[in-house]
């Protein structure tokens, strides 16, 4: 949703900058790994250590430097297929270690199964989510939209053990529950998005 109403107001911000870091030589593959590392070295170090408000705005600034790989594509006139393929596998590693971050803080230092239960149906719904319309588009088909992205899933999840981290009780286990019934409801929307999709292509 995010995609439909922000993404073209954050690219024209970006822009500028994409063009000086290009001339600085930093590319968008450079900028795509420097972003997944970051993100991913800051939710194992401080989630399962219970640093929640640590993990939510290191891991919040890295994933913001995923938007700027775009901007130096942009700078630079085009992409690359390799470039796009980078992209997308290191927005799945992404998430898949702060999910899992953030469930082991649960289960392990918190002691709340529930919360984990929920942070895991949400890691498993999001990858399905991004999979499906991946496999669409290699298939000729589409699976596009739905309620929540992988933008609106960090912004859930991060929100939620950013406000925990602030001494809010309960916050992770409710964005979570929140977010993976959204979640389940985004699937359920881009299955029905394929099926037209098939139907149209193939009727």
């Not at 809010?168 to 409710?174: F, G, Q, R, S």
């Amino acid at each position: 949703m995010l995609n439909i109403f922000a993404r073209a107001s954050v690219s024209r911000a970006l822009d500028p900058l994409g063009k000086v870091l290009l001339r600085a030589g930093v590319t968008p593959n450079v900028m795509t790994v420097i972003g997944t590392a970051g993100a991913v070295a800051s939710a194992i170090g401080f989630f399962p250590a219970g640093l929640l408000l640590w993990g939510t705005f290191t891991v919040w600034g890295f994933a913001m430097l995923d938007l700027l790989d775009g901007a130096i594509a942009r700078a630079r006139g085009h992409g690359t297929p390799f470039g796009a393929t980078l992209d997308a596998t290191c927005d799945r590693l992404v998430d898949g270690v702060l999910f899992a971050a953030i469930a082991w803080w649960c289960f392990a230092d918190w002691g709340n199964s529930r919360a984990a239960a929920a942070t895991l149906l949400s890691l498993v719904l999001g990858q399905v989510i991004s999979y499906v319309k991946a496999r669409a588009e290699a298939s000729g088909l589409s699976a596009d939209g739905g309620l929540i992205e992988r933008a609106e899933r960090l912004i859930i999840a991060l929100v939620g053990t950013g406000l925990q981290g602030f001494g809010l009780p309960y916050l992770v286990e409710a964005t979570q529950w929140l977010l993976a019934v959204l979640s389940a409801v985004t699937l359920i929307q881009r299955m029905f998005s394929l099926a037209d999709s098939a139907r149209k292509a193939h009727p």
